[in-house]
């Protein structure tokens, strides 16, 4: 492959709902342009896209491939990014470093969950795009039913660029408006029951191409013929001013309309060199335009890395301003450290091809660097810039893992932070109360897959499990208490006892050790003994076994003796002093509260209400937003460990949510007794 200047270089990102064809239609691209001699097939793991074992296994994508193809003298980097809601994080990144995108949507489903997930990502990127709608080919296909689709969903103007000819098993081509031909397998005229439609169509399209401009809009309106050209420049203007959105058409398995698309991403997508880069400097935190060209200071943004089981760690990267060069060093300005970048590499799938540079605009790989993670950025040392990071989901469901044996465990650790350096919306976190590991991700696939990685990729087989919620216990009165340790067992002795007052603390206070000691009755090198029996005891509550928190102890009183006390009787007479004193103080066992923002279609409002009442969950507020309603509500986690497979079943896959932790309070009487009998029966 040539060295491809940045004007002819075009970065698209293929998104849609899962199982909508945008592999096959990068296959189809690839064949096209003759990058490949042969089509592989999605359900035969052949596709250059889909080349990880899993994708192979589930013949789903679920990793973002780069799949460069050149057409008609230009570059075009397609990003093809998995469909499925597991893995947005894919799609964040791709769409992060691409100019444009290609909305692909089934002709038999229509608009789908995913489709409106896509969309939502490309508004926030404020990408041009154009719509391709596959399986033409296909049984119940219906072009128009799904343009109607889009228009009823979206907020666009939709302009069909093409029609299909035939539909279903009659597939057979497209007629283009813009030339007002038709394509079956060879050029034609139109057939005669189809140029009524057109001709409806085609008045359409120049109707959008004219508005696009004011000098096009004139001619127009005065009566004149617009040309092919001026049809062009008119949709090029609109497109990238997202006031048209152009519709295509075609069967990529068929490959049937991929060669127009090709043609379409040239003609009407813009370039690298028609956005504009903004950076900051880490130094004084001002931000700068950047202009592209090599000759610019490097700003480099990494947005994927994969850990290649044959060249290790591999780094995925776009070059916005100047040029990228193999053995050479830049600074990772978001970690202040710098990094030497060894041989690079052109990707198409898992095929590398080794190059002396990236240059700007365009789109490559490293292996083997050291400090680099997703969402960084490279500069120049003397020039230091720092590009916008990516705005990746916080994860919404999570497992608790151990490993299969001793020898998982001794590489567990590291084998975790490789996997969550690969994927940015993994988190592996320790709960110190139920000491447990928790994986945490976008959904059970999504987890299920990070499992089935490290057994493949690093050697690690883990057995995963829902989390134990974790409890707290705290008090709701103040009480006083004697712990008294006294041993004698000839020779020297234990001797120490302590007068303890527990008082409650305002929710989140945690707790708080006051030394109150008066006149020597216990001597002062005793006291951080006291201290630490104290902290050592609230870690196991007397309620259920939970820690104990959001309370003060007071040590007010005590006794000693000068021979036989020591540091081990007083931390012992604390803990006994604590566990009585907790007892007097009505104890309570407390719980995690979590803040829920869901994002769901209106029809569902009700559904999701009733179920989150059912969950013991509080309602806060209700917004609507464009046909969407978003609540916000507190829930306790014990209710909602799998709430993403639930609002998946009640919504058609169409809601979403983030959550966080909120607070702990108590929990209910009625809820608080099941919970500590089940405790009681673990611990015998």
Same mark, same amino acid.
């Given at each position: 492959?040539?060295?491809?200047?940045?004007?002819?270089?075009?970065?698209?990102?293929?998104?849609?709902?899962?199982?909508?064809?945008?592999?096959? /239609?990068? *296959? $189809?691209?690839?064949? +096209?342009?003759?990058?490949?001699?042969?089509?592989?097939? =999605?359900? @035969? %793991?052949?596709?250059?896209?889909?080349?990880?074992?899993?994708?192979?296994?589930?013949?789903?994508?679920?990793?973002?491939?780069?799949?460069?193809?050149?057409?008609?003298?230009?570059?075009?980097?397609?990003?093809?990014?998995?469909?499925?809601?597991?893995?947005?994080?894919?799609?964040?990144?791709?769409?992060?470093?691409?100019?444009?995108?290609?909305?692909?949507?089934?002709?038999?489903?229509?608009?789908?969950?995913?489709?409106?997930?896509?969309?939502?990502?490309?508004?926030?990127?404020?990408?041009?795009?154009?719509?391709?709608?596959?399986?033409?080919?296909?049984?119940?296909?219906?072009?128009?039913?799904?343009?109607?689709? /889009?228009? *009823? $969903?979206?907020?666009? +103007?939709?302009?069909?660029?093409?029609?299909?000819?035939? =539909?279903? @098993? %009659?597939?057979?081509?497209?007629?283009?408006?813009?030339?007002?031909?038709?394509?079956?397998?060879?050029?034609?005229?139109?057939?005669?029951?189809?140029?009524?439609?057109?001709?409806?169509?085609?008045?359409?399209?120049?109707?959008?191409?004219?508005?696009?401009?004011?000098?096009?809009?004139?001619?127009?309106?005065?009566?004149?013929?617009?040309?092919?050209?001026?049809?062009?420049?008119?949709?090029?203007?609109?497109?990238?001013?997202?006031?048209?959105?152009?519709?295509?058409?075609?069967?990529?398995?068929?490959?049937?309309?991929?060669?127009?698309?090709?043609?379409?991403?040239?003609?009407?997508?813009?370039?690298?060199?028609?956005?504009?880069?903004?950076?900051?400097?880490?130094?004084?935190?001002?931000?700068?335009?950047?202009?592209?060209?090599?000759?610019?200071?490097?700003?480099?943004?990494?947005?994927?890395?994969?850990?290649?089981?044959?060249?290790?760690?591999?780094?995925?990267?776009?070059?916005?301003?100047?040029?990228?060069?193999?053995?050479?060093?830049?600074?990772?300005?978001?970690?202040?450290?710098?990094?030497?970048?060894?041989?690079?590499?052109?990707?198409?799938?898992?095929?590398?091809?080794?190059?002396?540079?990236?240059?700007?605009?365009?789109?490559?790989?490293?292996?083997?660097?050291?400090?680099?993670?997703?969402?960084?950025?490279?500069?120049?040392?003397?020039?230091?810039?720092?590009?916008?990071?990516?705005?990746?989901?916080?994860?919404?469901?999570?497992?608790?893992?151990?490993?299969?044996?001793?020898?998982?465990?001794?590489?567990?650790?590291?084998?975790?932070?490789?996997?969550?350096?690969?994927?940015?919306?993994?988190?592996?976190?320790?709960?110190?109360?139920?000491?447990?590991?928790?994986?945490?991700?976008?959904?059970?696939?999504?987890?299920?897959?990070?499992?089935?990685?490290?057994?493949?990729?690093?050697?690690?087989?883990?057995?995963?499990?829902?989390?134990?919620?974790?409890?707290?216990?705290?008090?709701?009165?103040?009480?006083?208490?004697?712990?008294?340790?006294?041993?004698?067992?000839?020779?020297?002795?234990?001797?120490?006892?302590?007068?303890?007052?527990?008082?409650?603390?305002?929710?989140?206070?945690?707790?708080?050790?006051?030394?109150?000691?008066?006149?020597?009755?216990?001597?002062?090198?005793?006291?951080?003994?006291?201290?630490?029996?104290?902290?050592?005891?609230?870690?196991?509550?007397?309620?259920?076994?939970?820690?104990?928190?959001?309370?003060?102890?007071?040590?007010?009183?005590?006794?000693?003796?000068?021979?036989?006390?020591?540091?081990?009787?007083?931390?012992?007479?604390?803990?006994?002093?604590?566990?009585?004193?907790?007892?007097?103080?009505?104890?309570?066992?407390?719980?995690?509260?979590?803040?829920?923002?869901?994002?769901?279609?209106?029809?569902?409002?009700?559904?999701?209400?009733?179920?989150?009442?059912?969950?013991?969950?509080?309602?806060?507020?209700?917004?609507?937003?464009?046909?969407?309603?978003?609540?916000?509500?507190?829930?306790?986690?014990?209710?909602?460990?799998?709430?993403?497979?639930?609002?998946?079943?009640?919504?058609?896959?169409?809601?979403?949510?983030?959550?966080?932790?909120?607070?702990?309070?108590?929990?209910?009487?009625?809820?608080?007794?099941?919970?500590?009998?089940?405790?009681?029966?673990?611990?015998?």
């Amino acid at each position: 492959m040539k060295e491809y200047s940045g004007d002819r270089i075009r970065n698209v990102v293929l998104l849609s709902h899962g199982g909508t064809g945008k592999t096959s /239609l990068a *296959e $189809a691209m690839l064949y +096209n342009t003759g990058a490949i001699k042969r089509l592989g097939k =999605v359900d @035969e %793991g052949t596709t250059v896209s889909d080349y990880d074992p899993e994708e192979i296994r589930r013949h789903i994508s679920v990793n973002t491939s780069l799949v460069p193809c050149e057409w008609r003298d230009h570059k075009i980097n397609v990003l093809d990014t998995p469909g499925y809601a597991d893995f947005v994080g894919e799609m964040k990144g791709a769409t992060r470093v691409a100019d444009a995108c290609i909305i692909v949507v089934d002709a038999t489903s229509g608009v789908e969950v995913g489709t409106e997930l896509a969309w939502k990502y490309a508004d926030e990127r404020d990408l041009p795009r154009l719509v391709f709608i596959n399986k033409m080919d296909r049984d119940n296909a219906n072009f128009g039913r799904t343009l109607n689709q /889009l228009r *009823e $969903a979206f907020e666009a +103007n939709f302009v069909p660029l093409q029609l299909p000819v035939g =539909v279903g @098993e %009659g597939f057979e081509g497209l007629i283009d408006l813009v030339t007002m031909k038709a394509y079956v397998g060879e050029e034609k005229d139109i057939p005669p029951e189809l140029l009524e439609e057109a001709r409806s169509f085609q008045q359409a399209l120049v109707e959008a191409a004219a508005e696009a401009e004011d000098e096009l809009i004139v001619k127009y309106l005065e009566g004149e013929e617009l040309t092919a050209e001026e049809i062009r420049r008119g949709l090029v203007a609109g497109t990238k001013a997202r006031s048209v959105i152009l519709v295509l058409c075609g069967s990529a398995t068929q490959v049937v309309g991929s060669q127009a698309l090709l043609d379409a991403m040239v003609e009407y997508l813009p370039s690298p060199a028609e956005s504009e880069v903004r950076a900051r400097s880490p130094l004084s935190g001002l931000e700068e335009t950047l202009e592209m060209s090599p000759a610019s200071p490097l700003a480099v943004l990494v947005f994927k890395t994969f850990a290649d089981p044959y060249v290790g760690k591999l780094t995925y990267f776009r070059v916005y301003t100047g040029v990228m060069e193999s053995d050479s060093r830049v600074l990772n300005a978001s970690r202040n450290k710098e990094e030497r970048i060894g041989q690079l590499f052109r990707l198409r799938g898992k095929e590398q091809e080794v190059v002396k540079s990236i240059s700007t605009g365009d789109i490559g790989a490293v292996a083997k660097l050291q400090a680099t993670s997703t969402g960084d950025t490279f500069c120049d040392k003397d020039h230091p810039l720092l590009l916008a990071e990516i705005g990746f989901p916080h994860p919404v469901y999570s497992a608790a893992i151990k490993p299969k044996t001793k020898a998982d465990l001794d590489k567990m650790g590291t084998a975790l932070a490789r996997l969550v350096e690969e994927d940015p919306t993994l988190r592996v976190s320790r709960e110190q109360d139920t000491r447990e590991t928790i994986l945490s991700g976008m959904g059970e696939s999504h987890v299920e897959i990070a499992a089935r990685r490290l057994e493949r990729k690093f050697g690690v087989e883990i057995e995963t499990d829902v989390p134990k919620v974790p409890y707290k216990e705290t008090i709701r009165s103040t009480a006083s208490a004697e712990g008294k340790h006294k041993k004698q067992t000839g020779g020297r002795g234990q001797y120490g006892v302590v007068q303890l007052r527990l008082e409650p603390l305002p929710r989140g206070q945690g707790f708080e050790f006051v030394d109150k000691i008066r006149g020597g009755a216990i001597p002062h090198n005793f006291i951080p003994a006291v201290e630490k029996g104290l902290k050592e005891a609230i870690q196991t509550g007397v309620l259920a076994g939970y820690p104990a928190i959001d309370f003060q102890a007071v040590l007010y009183d005590g006794k000693y003796h000068p021979v036989d006390s020591s540091e081990i009787a007083f931390k012992t007479a604390a803990s006994l002093g604590f566990k009585k004193a907790m007892e007097e103080a009505n104890p309570v066992l407390l719980e995690p509260i979590m803040k829920l923002a869901i994002t769901v279609p209106e029809e569902f409002m009700g559904d999701v209400l009733g179920d989150l009442n059912s969950k013991r969950a509080r309602v806060m507020g209700m917004e609507q937003s464009g046909g969407l309603s978003v609540i916000t509500a507190q829930a306790p986690l014990a209710e909602i460990q799998r709430y993403t497979t639930d609002l998946r079943s009640i919504t058609q896959g169409r809601g979403y949510f983030t959550m966080e932790f909120d607070h702990y309070e108590e929990v209910p009487d009625h809820v608080a007794q099941e919970i500590i009998a089940r405790a009681k029966a673990e611990e015998k």
